[in-house]
């Protein structure tokens, strides 16, 4: 219990009247290890997109072309990012960075895995080829895919094979899901299953 | 000549103590509360609704967002239902790192209930000062998982990041410094004679009729009644956890209890620092087909997940009962009326701490 | 402007009250508005003073993606605050609905089509330090000249 009479010694000084009448609280700046909106880096973007697969909300990453030929880079929009970090853990090339996530991944040897897979429901699938028309990597492979989504190649991902949507190779899927939301009755799914790895040291 | 007059009170959706809106009408007769009613609706948002049809991914954002003051906890549920699911393993060193981010978690939850009580009474000292002391538990989240708020830590097989020897030891210092702190603070609001005068024997709630409305936490560990979720949890049971219980049955006991779980908090968490054991963060495993409930211990009460998903780990139903909902209730039943003035309303309905986020998501 | 104007404009500038108003959010940024006013991140030593009554405030805090329930409740508190008065838009909710904005929620996201909307803070939730900067920012423009702006 500390009497007045100390009281009244402690505030009788030049120091805590100063202090009393013009400090204020230090300008508090945003330390270093919070995830903050990912920046870009100079690193070269391959456009894979899987920055765009990972996303939680919608309409935060988008990756365009910018003026200089060939180049892309992946814009981030302030007002609908939630700063998960998720896209900056996935990127293969690192092009973003935020916080301590790379220190992290490189210390530890975390990763995460991307594997897609699509399922064609038979019963309800007619066979109209919207979706292998529609698949942006089957216009890559064969360029002459025609309308009704049949193809002469069977290097495709998918084409209408005996009436119904047949998969052929699964592995080429870059999970954008176009064929899901063209597809006219919700017979083709897209699943994008992600697996949070970390690589094991070799005893 | 005076008559007294029935008259309904509405402490309406926007009102200097409530942070969430919700309405509570009060009938009165003079000055005794003779029964009350809590309206609510103001903060449907349709988040199960959302959910359906999405990978864990995305989900686990949602759960999050459900409530900010308890994300860790919707995380952590959520995470370990669907690892029941598809019978995914944690390694040793993801299970203990996970237990101290929730435990960090409850610590911030319920120096913000105290906080929210201590203004309702009108000690805002004791309530800044709580609050200053949140900070440093803030700084701890941060330092761990990169994040004050919505943390995003827990993923299906263990955690995101590793903390180092340097934040470990920070944490350790910190942990320090909030128990001495801590402990000014409860001997500051025990032996307080008005803090007693307003808590003590207000908003009374009795261990029958705690079972008959099925309160959860807290809540209902102040009438008596040892129940807790963190009892029937493997890691829990190996850091040797037993639950609180006062048999007071008030305002008081209630905020007690938070005060003696924040102490309890601390020594959880430095036993896990001590015994934190090597190895791997992250067991790898992806999410299959399946249906299951699980439970898990939020800050306020009892979190039950019920999930079904489809064959690549998509969800198909999904229903979550939040602690909340039951605490609503067994509030407005029980501690409102009987009352013997209108300003105890609002400090018997803080001191239940409702979090309407949760009860309508 | 007289003398006396611009002297009570400058002294209304360093005493503001804040209304805030929950419009169905997850809590997160309500609770970063709390922290705001603890004594680390002290926001009522710039005068700064934060309480729940629209008719003396002169600042609105929009939280939260806006629900059905709130459409007309957020024009009838916006018209309650007398002149002159402004509105900031914390967190990602009321600019685009955040992780809610999907084809089934109920949310309706942005706020600034129910209410002007001067100044927005993005982030799920915003640091104190970011809410702090936005509030100091938007707070000398209230009063500025506001005789001659009527």
Redesign the interface.
């Known amino acids: 219990m500390r009497s007045i009479l100390s009281y009244v010694k402690h505030m009788a000084s030049v120091e805590w009247i100063k202090t009393f009448f013009f400090a ?2 230090a300008p ?4 270093s ?3 903050e ?1 990912p920046h870009v880096t100079d690193k070269e973007c391959t456009h894979c997109f899987q920055c765009m697969m ?1 996303c ?4 935060a990453i988008e990756v365009i072309r910018t003026e200089k030929p060939g180049e892309w880079k992946p814009v981030i929009h ?9 896209c900056v ?1 996935i990127c293969p090339e690192l092009v973003l960075d935020s ?3 790379h220190t ?1 991944n490189a ?2 040897g ?1 990763y995460m895995q991307f ?1 897609f ?1 699509i ?1 064609v429901n038979p019963v309800i699938c007619m066979g109209c080829g919207i979706c292998s028309v529609a698949c942006p990597v089957n216009k890559e492979i064969d360029p002459q895919l025609a309308a009704k989504g049949t193809s002469t190649s069977d290097e495709v991902i998918m084409r209408v094979y005996k009436g119904i949507n047949t998969v052929f190779h699964e592995e080429k899927c870059t999970g954008c899901k176009t064929c899901e939301e063209q597809c006219p009755n919700r017979s083709v799914m897209v ?8 690589i ?1 040291e070799e005893p | 000549m005076k008559k007294t007059v029935d008259v309904a009170i509405p402490l309406g959706p926007v009102h200097p103590i409530f942070k969430e809106p919700c309405r509570i009408k009060c009938e009165t007769f003079g000055e005794q509360i003779l029964a009350a009613e809590v309206e609510l609706g103001y903060m449907k948002k349709g988040i199960e609704r959302i959910m359906v049809g999405r990978p864990w991914q995305e989900v686990m954002f949602l759960a999050e967002r459900i409530c900010g003051i308890c994300s860790v906890i919707h995380n952590f549920v959520f995470i370990e239902t669907m690892e029941k699911i598809s019978g995914v393993s944690v390694p040793d060193r993801a299970a203990y790192l996970r237990v101290l981010a929730n435990e960090l978690d409850r610590m911030q939850s319920h120096l913000i209930a105290n906080f929210s009580y201590c203004y309702t009474i009108e000690h805002e000292t004791l309530g800044m000062y709580l609050l200053n002391i949140r900070e440093t538990v803030m700084d701890m989240l941060e330092y761990l998982t990169g994040a004050r708020v919505t943390c995003a830590y827990i993923v299906p097989g263990g955690v995101r990041f590793d903390p180092d020897e340097e934040d470990l030891s920070r944490i350790m210092k910190a942990m320090d410094k909030v128990e001495e702190e801590m402990l000014r603070y409860i001997r500051m609001f025990e032996h307080g004679p008005l803090i007693g005068l307003r808590s003590k024997g207000i908003g009374i709630m009795t261990a029958e009729q705690a079972e008959l409305v099925h309160a959860v936490g807290p809540t209902l560990r102040a009438s008596g009644i040892p129940s807790d979720c963190r009892s029937e949890h493997p890691t829990y049971q190996m850091l040797g956890f037993t639950p609180i219980v006062r048999t007071e049955c008030d305002n008081f006991a209630r905020i007690m209890i938070r005060f003696d779980e924040i102490l309890q908090s601390i020594d959880i968490i430095r036993t896990i620092i001590k015994t934190l054991p090597e190895g791997k963060i992250r067991g790898g495993g992806t999410i299959g087909r399946g249906q299951t409930t699980h439970r898990g211990e939020a800050p306020r009460g009892e979190l039950t997940y019920r999930i079904k998903s489809d064959t690549h780990g998509r969800i198909q139903e999904i229903a979550i009962q939040t602690p909340s909902i039951m605490n609503i209730e067994a509030c407005a039943r029980y501690m409102i009326p009987g009352g013997t003035s209108v300003a105890d309303v609002t400090s018997a309905y803080i001191s239940s701490d409702p979090c309407i986020a949760c009860t309508e998501r | 402007m007289t003398l006396l104007q611009s002297f009570k404009n400058a002294v209304r500038q360093r005493s503001i009250h804040v209304c805030y108003v929950d419009t169905g959010s997850c809590n997160g940024c309500d609770i970063e508005v709390l922290a705001c006013l603890s004594p680390r991140y002290d926001l009522e030593q710039y005068g700064i003073y934060v309480h729940n009554n629209p008719r003396e405030a002169d600042v609105l805090l929009v939280i939260g993606g806006v629900t059905p329930q709130w459409e007309d409740k957020l024009k009838m508190v916006w018209d309650k605050m007398p002149e002159p008065k402004v509105a900031v838009a914390i967190g990602n909710c009321p600019i685009s609905g955040c992780v809610y904005n999907r084809p089934d929620s109920l949310t309706r996201p942005p706020a600034k089509s129910y209410i002007p909307i001067a100044a927005e803070v993005p982030g799920c939730p915003p640091r104190p330090t970011e809410i702090i900067q936005a509030i100091l920012s938007v707070a000398p423009l209230i009063f500025k000249d506001w005789e001659i702006r009527r």
Request: aromatic letters at 4%.
């Open positions: 204020k609280t508090l700046i945003t330390p290890h919070f995830r909106f990972i939680p909300a919608p309409g302030l007002g609908h990012c939630i700063r998960c970090g998720l853990e916080g301590r996530v992290k210390q530890d975390t594997q897979h399922t699943a994008r299953v992600l697996e949070p790895l970390q094991t």
